[in-house]
Nanobody
Framework: QVQLRESGGGLVQAGGSLRLSCAAS????????MGWFRQAPGKEREFLTA????????YYADSVKGRFTISRDNAENTLYLQMNSLKPEDTAVYYC????????????????????WGQGTQVTVSS
C-alpha cells in the first residue's frame, strides 16, 4: 500500500502559477505510474495528466496540455504538477493517484485505473 499526500494548493489570480506536490510513503514509489485529477463542485472528477514510473512518458488531457506539466522525483518519492496560465475554470480540488502498473496507456485517463488516492488539495483561481 502507498499513502499519498498533496500540498501546494491555494488562492491565485488568473494568469498565475502554482506547483502542486504529492508526497508518497509506504511501498516503493518508483513502482507506480502516477496521475493527477481534479474535481470542481458539482462536476465529475476529471483526468489531467499521467506519468510512467521513470518519468520518460507523459500523457495530458487537452484541457491542460501546454499549461500544466507533470514530473516526478523518485529519489524524493514526490510527484509534481506545475500549473501555469491558470484560469478561473481551473478551480477545483486536485488529487494525485497511484497505479500499480508502472507504465501508462490511454486507460490512465480513467479513475478506475488507479489503486491509491490522496486526500486532495484545493486550488482557487480568482478572475
Amino acid at each position: 500500500q502507498v499513502q499519498l499526500r498533496e500540498s501546494g494548493g491555494g488562492l491565485v489570480q488568473a494568469g498565475g502559477s502554482l506547483r502542486l506536490s504529492c508526497a508518497a510513503s509506504g511501498r516503493t514509489f518508483r513502482n507506480y505510474a502516477m496521475g493527477w485529477f481534479r474535481q470542481a463542485p458539482g462536476k465529475e472528477r476529471e483526468f489531467l495528466t499521467a506519468i510512467n514510473w521513470s518519468g520518460s512518458r507523459t500523457y495530458y488531457a487537452d484541457s491542460v496540455k501546454g499549461r500544466f506539466t507533470i514530473s516526478r522525483d523518485n529519489a524524493e518519492n514526490t510527484l509534481y504538477l506545475q500549473m501555469n496560465s491558470l484560469k478561473p475554470e481551473d478551480t477545483a480540488v486536485y488529487y494525485c493517484a497511484a497505479d500499480r502498473d508502472d507504465s501508462i496507456t490511454y486507460k490512465n485517463r480513467y479513475d478506475y485505473r488507479y489503486d491509491y488516492w490522496g486526500q486532495g488539495t484545493q486550488v482557487t483561481v480568482s478572475s
